[in-house]
């Protein structure tokens, strides 16, 4: 989800695409067309930028934070009709970094997502929120409404390859008007300039790299229709800046986080002024990205190490130069690179010596500098691209023409909601005993019986 670093290491989250230098959030044109798409807003693009995507829950629309950092859909409940969803029982114990937590029950509900369905999909209806006992000053204290559950947005649609206990990710079983599942392999453009995005929908695999994701353990099997787990925080990525040893370690791709959150040993912690370079690569699939600190692409240290079950976080930013895909069958996260007869060059960010893998956080944590000792899974093979020559010309601003403000959908107004203070990678939490390698969201921090997710708030 958003990001505010997990309750034990304050983080930092990565980033990247530099490749070819195409306009930001422009679908390549040598990538296969998708199966559809649904579109979304961004909330404060210039600061603390967060993709909303409007839903609905019997008939009434609903703003949700689409976050590829969580799994599953969490609504306020006094947003949702009660004669729309059917309670099945109290939901686990969740909540996130920045100290929030939510008390809700778990209830099945058809959600509308664009001109989509999920048909019947375990959902929480959050009824109230509070502070976790180490985290008393939390976005919800004193009964205050934290901003994603009802102070701004209505809730969190988690789109996590990761299991989370009671929940589905909604792109498991959402269908068109023929019943056709379309969400299976999704995958995520950000277009800065026009403060929007979209999720594209049954998205082959031609174009992309891909890296296969360990599969992990759950705490409860939803269902036996329900998605294998995958850890999506075990994607190798190297990251390297003027100032900062160059790091190559585990990392997740995470929409609701509105930052480039780092994990990096020896660093000096704290927030990058506006000008520096970061530069970032996948080197399993020859993908490599730069980036610029400054309005929008946040970029933040912390001196600690990025394992395989938190640390490293590249937000939002790192979808803003291609899609980044994700197939919830296959387990994998795929990279749009360049094709094997075009011109070969060098990444943003040299490979190390040792083959740069996705190791099996469920057997050994992946230490900063150890070789990975999984195979590569990619397709098809690739290498980087040649930076370009030249600087690609600034790319002209949205002008679709304005329609009454009162009468647009939200994904169309491109307006800025309030600062998002509160949300943050959710640590999913598990009930009873749980080995310590059971499905985490994104961070580390375990708070009595229950374990929450890495959150960077903004």
């Not at 023929?178 to 392999?185: F, K």
């Not at 400054?294 to 803003?320: H, I, K, R, Y």
Request: glycine share 10%; net charge neutral; aromatic share 4%.
């Amino acid at each position: 989800m958003a990001t505010r670093i997990t309750a034990t290491a304050a983080a930092v989250s990565l980033a990247g695409a530099l490749l070819a230098m195409r306009p930001a959030g422009a679908v390549r044109a040598d990538l296969p067309a998708p199966g559809g798409s649904i579109p979304f807003s961004v909330a404060d693009p210039a600061t603390t930028p967060r993709p909303v995507v409007t839903a609905a829950i019997g008939g009434v629309p609903l703003l949700l934070l689409l976050d590829t950092g969580s799994t599953g859909i969490r609504v306020s409940s006094e947003k949702v009709p009660a004669a729309a969803v059917t309670v099945t029982g109290a939901a686990a114990p969740y909540g996130y970094g920045s100290g929030v937590r939510l008390h809700g029950d778990k209830a099945d509900a058809d959600v509308a997502i664009g001109g989509y369905r999920t048909g019947r999909l375990p959902i929480e209806l959050v009824r109230s929120t509070d502070c976790f006992p180490d985290k008393r000053s939390c976005p919800a204290a004193n009964g205050a409404k934290p901003a994603m559950f009802g102070g701004v947005l209505d809730g969190v649609m988690g789109v996590s390859p990761e299991g989370a206990a009671g929940l589905v990710n909604p792109m498991w079983t959402l269908q068109d008007a023929a019943g056709n599942h379309v969400g299976r392999r999704f995958a995520v453009r950000f277009a800065p300039s026009e403060a929007s995005g979209s999720i594209l929908l049954d998205v082959p695999a031609a174009g992309y790299g891909l890296v296969q994701l360990p599969a992990t353990p759950t705490a409860e099997r939803v269902r036996a229709a329900a998605p294998t787990s995958w850890n999506p925080r075990a994607v190798r990525t190297c990251v390297a800046a003027a100032g900062i040893p160059k790091v190559c370690a585990p990392a997740m791709f995470d929409s609701g986080t509105p930052d480039l959150a780092l994990a990096v040993p020896g660093a000096s912690a704290g927030t990058w002024p506006a000008g520096r370079t970061l530069e970032v690569a996948v080197p399993q699939v020859g993908w490599a990205a730069a980036y610029t600190s400054g309005p929008g692409t946040g970029v933040s240290v912390a001196d600690s190490p990025s394992t395989a079950t938190g640390g490293t976080l590249l937000g939002l930013p790192a979808f803003a130069k291609g899609p980044i895909r994700f197939d919830l069958t296959a387990g994998t996260i795929g990279f749009p690179v360049q094709a094997p007869s075009a011109p070969q060059g060098r990444s943003a960010v040299p490979d190390a010596p040792d083959p740069v893998t996705t190791p099996d956080p469920v057997t050994t944590p992946d230490p900063v500098t150890a070789p990975d000792p999984a195979p590569a899974v990619s397709a098809p093979a690739v290498t980087p691209p040649a930076a370009p020559a030249t600087p690609p010309a600034p790319e002209r601003p949205h002008s679709t023409p304005k329609k009454p403000e009162s009468k647009r959908p939200f994904h169309e107004t491109a307006k800025k909601a309030a600062r998002l203070p509160d949300t943050g990678v959710p640590m999913s939490a598990a009930l009873g005993a749980v080995t310590a390698l059971t499905a985490l969201l994104a961070g580390i921090g375990t708070v009595l019986a229950a374990r929450r997710h890495g959150d960077h708030e903004a």
